[in-house]
């Protein structure tokens, strides 16, 4: 059923608002153009009403999910590529038309460390995609090849690569036409730029040198699989860095002495005011980093897990101090963004909730999740690639033979609902991290996890307790029963 004069108006039906708040309001969307209207303002211009109206019941009409890390779906993984294009994007079509039962109707691919040689591509494959029935791919994620060895998690040892001519470096591996200008790339469908995100260690050789430019191409670059101390990961945050990938994992874990990249989600006040060279003079990893040279070569860097050994000979004061209660004082940076796998395996719920009361306004729900990733797949062992297989146990997916996690095989509706259990936030902030944050991390909340007029109506109906009740992508209903 389709709207004679193409405008719908969704009633009875609670909409979360960017603060996370939820809202008992009507809502309008223009079906034909696929977009979500003013409501006030389409009728003065218009004069008309909605020939539609679709009464949910009191169900919750949320943006569409935006899942920023998904490795693969039903069966097809975005990091095999056998020379065959007509077959990776069957795949990459595949997942988008069938994702949309979790609610998510935007992804963006990721592909684990590959060898060198595949990634230009690869990348080429994976630019903006969709159809009229599908979430969108909004473009790649490239988690490695320039990680830590002693955090590589499923990532192959002998494709990690070190960045000893810092952004040339990433141009060599990604592909230079890759890399090019957010404004020059490929646009998407809907003529959105292509959403590009850089999983690397910062501690890594040369990989310090590389963030700034890669961030001014519009790249969104992404601490992660590191073992980067404190100031290494402020560093990387002054040069551009705007995310952490999965959140205590792949990491070295909070020591109150070195919180090493977890502690940038309380970075200090006590630092304000300074440049990066004031706030740690000393450091001879962090100038290693942003000079090219190993870091292996200082015989003081910690074993993995180890607190590595302060080196910070002075930090900066305030010039004055708040008399103010609840006053915090301007940050020299703006913490980044950090992106959690919330399946109760791969981070305890008490850890996930210390992270959101550190800084709520960053938190990213993400799945990570395989190619197994199904909602109606039975537990027990599946293949992966090069020989290699999984264990899925419930939500828990690890490698054979082994007890490594090896990304999850959790849906984003399913995070939405644990991150509000774990944390005991509501319903609606939880939404927030699945949609706003996402969008507004990658710099497209203009027009995606949004319901401001004019954005795309991509959205998802949710009952009361969080489950996918039908999934909207540019007005148009591509999954579930009928509202």
Not at 210 to 238: C, P, W, Y
Not at 243 to 269: C, E, W, Y
Not at 271 to 279: F, H, P, Q
């Amino acid at each position: 059923m389709s709207s004679s004069n193409g405008l719908v108006c969704f009633t009875n039906c609670l909409l979360p608002q960017e603060d996370g708040g939820l809202v008992k309001k009507d809502l309008w969307i223009d079906e034909r153009r696929g977009v979500i209207l003013d409501a006030q303002l389409t009728f003065f211009e218009r004069r008309e009403r909605p020939d539609r109206i679709i009464d949910l019941k009191g169900h919750i009409l949320s943006p569409g999910l935006i899942d920023i890390q998904i490795n693969g779906a039903y069966g097809f993984d975005f990091s095999v590529y056998d020379g065959d294009d007509a077959a990776y994007k069957e795949g990459m079509k595949l997942v988008a038309e069938k994702i949309v039962e979790t609610g998510v109707t935007s992804l963006v691919p990721t592909i684990i460390t590959q060898e060198k040689s595949l990634y230009p591509k690869i990348l080429n494959l994976l630019r903006p995609f969709s159809t009229p029935t599908s979430a969108s791919l909004l473009g790649w994620h490239a988690e490695g090849p320039f990680i830590d060895m002693a955090k590589r998690g499923a990532h192959a040892p002998p494709y990690l690569l070190s960045a000893p001519d810092g952004f040339f470096s990433f141009e060599s591996a990604y592909g230079a036409q890759n890399l090019v200008d957010s404004e020059d790339w490929l646009m998407s469908t809907d003529g959105q730029c292509g959403v590009r995100i850089v999983t690397a260690a910062p501690e890594i050789r040369g990989v310090m040198g590389a963030v700034n430019e890669l961030s001014k191409r519009g790249i969104v670059f992404s601490i992660g699989h590191s073992v980067a101390s404190s100031d290494i990961a402020t560093q990387a945050v002054m040069q551009g860095a705007r995310l952490i990938t999965h959140l205590f994992n792949a990491m070295p874990q909070l020591h109150h002495r070195d919180p090493s990249i977890i502690g940038l989600l309380g970075a200090s006040p006590h630092v304000s005011g300074l440049n990066s060279a004031d706030i740690f003079p000393t450091s001879p990893l962090a100038t290693a980093a942003m000079s090219g040279i190993s870091s292996e070569a200082f015989e003081y860097r910690s074993s993995p897990g180890t607190p590595t050994k302060p080196v910070m000979s002075r930090v900066g004061s305030r010039s004055e101090l708040h008399l103010d209660k609840g006053q915090v004082a301007d940050m020299p940076f703006d913490r980044p963004y950090y992106d959690m796998i919330v399946d109760g395996i791969h981070s305890h719920p008490n850890s996930v909730r210390l992270a959101y009361s550190a800084f709520p306004d960053g938190c990213i729900l993400i799945t990570d999740a395989m190619k197994i990733l199904d909602p109606n797949l039975r537990d027990g062992i599946h293949e992966w690639r090069d020989g290699k297989r999984f264990v899925k146990e419930g939500y828990k997916l690890y490698l054979e033979g082994t007890d490594t996690l090896a990304g999850s095989v959790v849906t984003l509706d399913s995070c939405v609902r644990n991150f509000s259990r774990f944390t005991g936030c509501s319903l609606g902030e939880a939404i927030k991290c699945a949609t706003f944050n996402p969008a507004k991390c990658l710099g497209i909340e203009n027009t995606k996890g949004t319901l401001r007029s004019g954005a795309d109506a991509d959205l998802v109906v949710l009952d009361r307790q969080g489950n996918v009740v039908s999934t909207w992508v540019k007005g148009r209903q591509v999954w579930g029963s009928t509202a």
